[in-house]
């Protein structure tokens, strides 16, 4: 799989999702700047966390307008995989790939720490290696990751089982715990945990892995 | 504008110091260059009360690339890569406006790691407030949302610290920040110009009227009206930091930049006459080509204002370009603001006058050195003599309890979560660690740090209160595994100009060179924060110490108990105390509400051994985990290493005091779990090192006793409940 890494001014996590599928995943991954107008030839595209525009208005709010999310769109339109984290996951909610809005935190703090996740569907490309039910320790580092919707597109988000993470123990007032939502075409992921900071053995855990081998062993054949 | 005597004690100048002005200028200065002088004599760029006294810390050693006098140090780690760190406080600031005030501190010492050509990639920080009441947690509050704000925003990991409490910085908080950034031995930068006729560009944020003067403001000490100082305060930006820390050492890399120093204390006019100082040659600036935030500023206002995230570089002439386009794919100013000239001055014009003209060094390396009177005894404001009855408590348990849920020793959480403590995925060991670690990619070498500071030693003996500071961070260090190599410090005192605070200074400042002497730890480089009082009540004399080790990239030992059944070992022994250095502990202060008589006594060969001896077993793989004796002693010692959840049951060899026995804070002792206690022990002899088994870890209990009477028998999850409610409790209940 060869990933896309974008980078938008502000992202910090870049850096971290590069080296995450390069050194641990030994797999291929390339940064992206956020004014180019083309993925290249990517298989995968990956939202990193950070603060694009310092998150200034709104997170994500203005990374939306950037101009590689008009190729992100239509990539995702076409089918393949984007995965957004943390702001990412708030971009993709600005850009109207994922319902719902990111507010914040329940106490108004940022929050880093190690969170427990159930997985909640392995019908996914992103969890079809983790399988549902599966327990994952993921660190959060966010301000901004108090998951909100209307109570009918939460409805419709568990109806079609699209919900692909639920915090075990609700760090930031999330409506129904849930920590990351799948698209109808169920190839875009949002979540606010960093599977990519939990790759390494020598950072205490490893169960962010499955997540990107998942995206491995399911990467589409695009016609480009 | 004519310069009357009010106007240069406004500027906090002497008429002395106005005197040498007039004599290295050869005529008066104009309004502007008061304005100039006034900032870079001032105690907080020009060191001038510290100055002859820093001389005398150790600042050479095998591992220094560059030791004091540029923006930071800089130590080799193997092949060919290095680490720039440095330490400085914000503590005048963080008092007025806590939230900016500690902000724009992390700005400062970010700026002053990458201007180095080296990626931040970690930050500490060392606080020091009040004793918890609503005013106190509400800058406390502020400070810890400050340095969550800019550093989590930057992308530098918050990898530890240390917070502490005390009266007498009710008035007046410390906020002293560490980081360490890491490049190329070859990419090194340095804030040197050269070549003449080079442009002298301006990068970063505009400049407005904020901060003006904040140099000034940090040389003096706090009066009643210190909240009218709030626009001395600058306002921090960090997400400009970042774009502005891509562009630079992007900018770096193609090689068109000859020189580059941050804009901090004194914005532009330190920036240019350190630079233009260094390297024997002359700045010539058109303020007119500055970029501007506000309309009509004059040439005082633009080159006093600390705005914020402003860099000033020196480039090759012909090739400005290729620095403009990297600046503008960032989306960052970029503009020639003046020239490298050979008349060795800075000269600054505007509005096609010339506002000033005055020879770089005169203002860099000519401000005035005082050796400051300090033959009175060092301020001591607690009793030598011990109280005439120490009374034992009734309960040990509910004495461990207060102790674990004190404001110095109880779970700093609350603080640590705030910040993102693993953003670039290096942290091997983050904060609640003895010591913090981050590997570096790219290598096999590991990075460990530990900041210290004890104003409670220090107060009572400056001199052995230093050196035992620079003890425990050496052995936190030890206790990862990890080999101190390097430190940076912090002074933070009060008034110098009172001989009884200036031997505080002196003592301490002695007492520190022997020590990292001894322990090899030069200091190459680091801050001096003086005028920490308020009201004529000075702080405890803090000074603070950051410092550098290096491991190979492994995990490090752990602090907690991993598993029941491993032997716990006493690593250094039981050590000594008596009822005069009982008064400096912990306990003491929490428990009789007292502080009196001595800090413990330091043996610092032994403390070495002890190291050695530490940093043996974790080469082999013994210690399971490992935690250094501090505040608090024994006792609290051992219920931090419980908080995994694993419990021990302990006898202590006293036949002496049981409060003595679990609380005193005798130095140079580390805790050990370990499954091969014969071997342990051996090492610890092969090092003339005193270690024995004190007992075996259990499940989710602690009990102490010295095998005639139970002291301390106590589940596992009362203290760790305590330790980590306490904080929160208090903030939530002031802030009620």
């Not at chain 2, 891509?246 to 930049?257: L, Q, R």
Request: glycine share 10%; hydrophobic share 40%.
């Amino acid at each position: 799989m060869k990933a896309g890494v974008v980078v938008f001014p502000g992202s910090n996590c870049d850096h971290d999702a590069w080296y995450a599928i390069n050194e641990n995943l030994k797999g291929h991954a390339e940064f992206i700047w956020h004014d180019s107008p083309t993925l290249g030839d990517v298989d995968a595209v990956i939202l990193p966390g950070g603060f694009s525009y310092g998150d200034y208005l709104r997170c994500g709010a203005i990374a939306r307008f950037s101009p590689v999310m008009a190729a992100v769109k239509k990539f995702a339109a076409d089918g393949g995989l984007v995965i957004g984290i943390c702001n990412g996951f708030q971009i993709l909610v600005e850009a109207g790939l994922l319902p719902g809005a990111l507010l914040r935190n329940r106490d108004l703090k940022f929050i880093c720490k190690e969170v427990g996740l159930r997985t909640e569907t392995s019908n996914s490309p992103f969890t079809s290696l983790v399988g549902k039910d599966t327990v994952l320790h993921l660190p959060i580092a966010h301000g901004e990751g108090c998951y909100f919707a209307d109570e009918h597109t939460l409805d419709e988000l568990e109806a079609e089982d699209r919900v692909a993470f639920r915090y075990l123990d609700n760090p930031n007032g999330s409506k129904r715990d849930i920590a990351g939502i799948l698209n109808k075409g169920r190839n875009v992921l949002g979540m606010m945990p960093h599977p990519e900071r939990v790759c390494d053995p020598l950072m205490g855990s490893i169960d962010g892995l499955g997540i990107f081998q998942s995206m491995f062993a399911n990467t589409p054949v695009l016609s480009k | 504008m004519k310069i009357t005597p009010e106007l240069i004690k406004l500027h906090q100048l002497t008429q002395g110091e106005y005197d040498k002005i007039v004599s290295l200028l050869g005529r008066e200065p104009s309004y502007t260059e008061l304005g100039v002088f006034s900032v870079m004599w001032s105690e907080h760029c020009s060191y001038k009360s510290s100055k002859i006294h820093l001389r005398k810390l150790p600042n050479e050693g095998k591992y220094v690339v560059q030791g004091p006098g540029e923006n930071a140090g800089v130590i080799g780690i193997g092949g060919d890569w290095v680490v720039a760190f440095k330490i400085e406080s914000h503590n005048h600031p963080s008092y007025i406006e806590p939230f900016q005030g500690a902000a724009t501190g992390v700005g400062g010492i970010l700026r002053d790691i990458f201007t180095m050509g080296a990626r931040p990639i970690a930050v500490l920080d060392s606080l020091r407030f009040g004793e918890p009441s609503s005013k106190n947690m509400h800058i406390l509050s502020g400070v810890v949302s400050g340095i969550a704000h800019y550093g989590n925003c930057f992308g530098v990991p918050t990898v530890g610290g240390e917070c502490k409490f005390d009266d007498s910085y009710a008035g007046n908080p410390l906020v002293n920040v560490f980081a360490l950034g890491v490049c190329k031995k070859d990419e090194i930068f340095y804030a040197k110009a050269s070549g003449i006729g080079n442009p002298v560009i301006y990068v970063g944020a505009k400049t407005g009227r904020d901060g003006i003067n904040g140099a000034v403001m940090a040389s003096a000490e706090f009066g009643a009206d210190a909240m009218q100082k709030r626009p001395n305060v600058q306002v921090g930006d960090p997400f400009m930091e970042k774009l502005l820390l891509e562009a630079c050492i992007e900018a770096m890399k193609t090689g068109a930049i000859v020189a580059i120093q941050d804009m901090g204390a004194a914005g532009l006019t330190s920036s240019s006459c350190e630079m233009g100082s260094r390297g024997g040659v002359g700045i010539d600036i058109d303020l007119d080509k500055v970029p501007q935030r506000e309309k009509g500023m004059t040439a005082y206002e633009m080159l006093l204002s600390e705005s914020q995230e402003r860099m000033l570089l020196v480039a090759e002439k012909g090739r400005e370009e290729e620095v403009f386009q990297v600046f503008r794919k960032w989306g960052l100013d970029a503009v020639t603001i003046g020239v490298v000239t050979d008349d060795g001055n800075l000269r600054i014009r505007h509005q096609g006058r010339i506002e000033a003209e005055i020879p770089n060094p005169a203002l860099a390396d000519e401000a005035p050195k005082y050796n400051r009177p300090y033959d009175a005894a060092p301020y001591r404001k607690f009793p030598m003599e011990a109280p005439a009855e120490i009374a034992e408590p009734a309960d040990y348990n509910s004495a461990l309890l207060k102790m674990v849920g004190s404001p110095d020793l109880c779970s700093k959480r609350w603080i640590w979560e705030q910040y993102d403590y693993q953003v670039r995925t290096n942290t091997l060991a983050g904060p609640g660690s003895d010591a913090a670690v981050v590997r570096v990619k790219g290598t096999d070498t590991s990075i460990a740090m530990s900041l210290d500071g004890n104003g409670r030693y220090c107060a009572l003996d400056p001199r052995e209160g230093t050196k035992l500071m620079v003890a425990e961070c050496c052995r936190n260090l030890a206790t990862t595994g990890a080999m101190p190599v390097a430190a940076t410090n912090n002074l933070n005192f009060g008034n110098p100009e009172r001989p009884e605070i200036m031997a505080q200074l002196v003592e301490s400042v002695e007492g520190m060179a022997e020590a990292c002497r001894h322990f090899d730890t030069p200091i190459t480089g680091g801050n001096v924060s003086l005028y920490n009082e308020t009201l004529g009540e000075a702080i405890l004399p803090t000074p603070v110490l950051g410092i550098v080790g290096l491991m190979k990239t492994a995990a490090p030992v752990p602090s907690t108990f991993r598993r029941e059944g491993a032997s716990v070992v006493m690593l250094g022994g039981m050590g000594k105390t008596d009822a005069t250095r009982f008064g400096s502990t912990q306990y003491a202060k929490t428990l009789l509400g007292q502080t009196w008589g001595l800090p413990p006594v330091l043996d610092m060969d032994y403390e070495k051994r002890v190291h050695d001896a530490m940093r043996a077993l974790a080469a082999e793989g013994l210690a399971e985990s490992a935690h250094d004796l501090s505040d608090g002693g024994l006792a609290v010692a051992v219920a931090e290493a419980c908080y995994g959840g694993v419990g021990a049951t302990l006898t202590i060899p006293s036949e002496g005091r049981a409060d003595f026995a679990l609380f005193h804070e005798g130095p140079s002792r580390i805790v050990v779990s370990t499954g091969s206690p014969e071997r342990v022990l051996e090492i610890a002899s092969q090092h003339g090192v005193e270690a024995f088994v004190i007992g075996v870890t259990m499940k989710a209990r602690l009990q102490i006793g010295n095998g005639m009477s139970s002291w301390i028998d106590i589940p596992v999850a009362d203290l760790s409940n305590r330790f980590e409610s306490a904080l929160p409790n208090r903030i939530h209940n002031t802030h009620a």
